[in-house]
């Protein structure tokens, strides 16, 4: 079951494999059904198997995507998980949503008695930092067109997954803008 996420390039002893077994657990999420809302602590990590999740935060009665996670994802409002304080971000199904989760605690116990488990935090938190910053310097830099560009060239499977409006939030445009650049393409 926990096979595949157990997978790493970074060795995990049987003990520690088997630890993790014992505290992860599979859950599903109906479409438009939250795992996290603004105010909540966000006390699990969240590999979505299949399925896709949205982050945002909601600013003057208007929604502001931040994120998406689909499959062989992390999924997590960092801040909020890291520093176990109040989320200012939602996280919610955009589709039926299969995953696993640990509570932050849980792994917090088991990696004070097995440090490699900070390794492969430590290996694995910059992939989702990388792209965090990917998405930040595309959104502040580029045009219009350009980031629309960058989505179909390195997202493209979320175009036809999430509602145009959302995609246009997270593109930092309007949805008539990216409705008249998505029908030119």
Not at 6 to 11: A, G, H, I, Q, S
Not at 25 to 53: P, T
Not at 74 to 99: D, K, M
Not at 116 to 127: M, S
Request: hydrophobic share 35%; net charge positive.
């Amino acid at each position: 079951m926990t096979e595949s996420l157990l997978k790493t390039d970074v060795p995990l002893s049987p003990e520690l494999q088997s630890r993790l077994g014992e505290i992860i657990s599979k859950s599903h999420y109906r479409k438009g059904e939250f795992l996290l809302r603004k105010g909540k602590i966000n006390d699990k990590i969240w590999y979505v198997q299949k399925g896709l999740l949205r982050r945002y935060i909601l600013s003057e009665d208007k929604d502001h995507t931040a994120g998406f996670y689909d499959a062989g994802s992390f999924a997590l409002s960092i801040r909020s998980f890291y520093s176990q304080t109040r989320s200012e971000e939602f996280i919610q199904a955009v589709e039926p949503t299969t995953a696993f989760h640990a509570t932050y605690q849980e792994l917090t116990l088991i990696a004070e008695r097995h440090p490699e488990l900070y390794k492969f935090i430590a290996l694995t938190l910059p992939n989702y930092l990388q792209d965090v910053e990917i998405c930040c310097q595309i959104l502040r830099g580029a045009s219009a067109i350009e980031r629309y560009n960058w989505l179909r060239d390195n997202k493209s499977n979320l175009l036809n997954r999430a509602a145009g409006k959302h995609m246009a939030s997270f593109l930092a445009m309007t949805p008539e803008t990216f409705s008249k650049i998505r029908s030119q393409r």
